[in-house]
């Protein structure tokens, strides 16, 4: 199976600081695209930054970045200026680029944000 | 729009019952899936559809059916819930293009409980 692993259960970051999530994955294809979910104790899942994994540069969206080595398979994602509200569990998920539009989610990491 | 909707919102079954959960979405999306939740294992995909009255398995589709008679509603129908099936469920859909990285749009979730 092809599997995507968040090695770390629980972070917790100061208000303002910068943290990083870990991702990896296993795949055979050459292109795929990645994703980063949050999810608040709301529980809805809420989509932060994605990855097509046939673009080099690193996806950004405002505080919220990726480092993305194709060849380790590894796709990390940078919070920085942490905010109360970034608190909540984090997904990442790998999707094929053939045919259906199936998502490969991993454990999750919950990030604990203290002021 | 009122994007992807679920009902109910919350459950509890006994064991043997069976019951229907909805999901609607008024975003004209080709794909729809269905996703549960459990602790320290991420979302994994029970069932989806590419299309009215396609449909194929996931990742843990046993004790689950679906169908796709309206582009709109995909509902998940559990025959005979056991307790293995407490979980959080989620709908999802999107566009189904090949080659673009089409977002997942997810419902709120309906947290069910087996006893």
């Known amino acids: 199976a092809q599997t995507v692993t968040q090695s770390q259960p629980e972070m917790s970051v100061q208000e303002a600081e910068t943290v990083t999530l870990s991702c990896t994955y296993d795949?055979?294809?050459?292109?795929?695209?990645l994703f980063w979910y949050k999810q608040p104790p709301s529980r809805q899942m809420i989509l932060v930054i994605r990855?097509?994994?046939?673009?080099?540069q690193n996806a950004t969206e405002n505080r919220f970045s990726v480092n993305f080595q194709k060849a380790a398979k590894s796709f990390s994602l940078k919070i920085s200026d942490s905010q109360l509200g970034d608190a909540a569990m984090y997904f990442c998920a790998r999707r094929s680029d053939q045919g259906a539009q199936k998502l490969v989610f991993g454990q999750g990491t919950r990030l604990t944000i203290n002021p | 729009n009122a994007g992807v909707t679920q009902t109910p919102k919350f459950q509890v079954l006994k064991t043997g019952q069976s019951m229907t959960l909805q999901c609607a979405q008024d975003m004209n999306h080709e794909y729809m899936s269905w996703y549960r939740q459990d602790p320290g294992m991420g979302l994994r995909l029970i069932h989806y559809?590419?299309?009215?009255?396609?449909?194929d398995q996931g990742e843990v589709p046993n004790g689950y059916n679906v169908s796709r008679s309206t582009t709109e509603d995909f509902p998940l129908r559990l025959l005979s819930a056991a307790p293995s099936q407490t979980s959080v469920y989620f709908c999802?859909?999107?566009?189904?293009?090949?080659?673009?990285?089409?977002?997942?749009?997810f419902g709120p979730g309906t947290r069910l409980t087996v006893l």
């Open positions: 559809s590419v299309g009215a009255g396609i449909t």
């Open positions: 990855q097509e994994a046939y673009k080099q």
């Open positions: 795949t055979s294809e050459s292109d795929y695209y």
């Open positions: 999802a859909s999107s566009y189904s293009r090949r080659l673009s990285n089409n977002e997942q749009f």
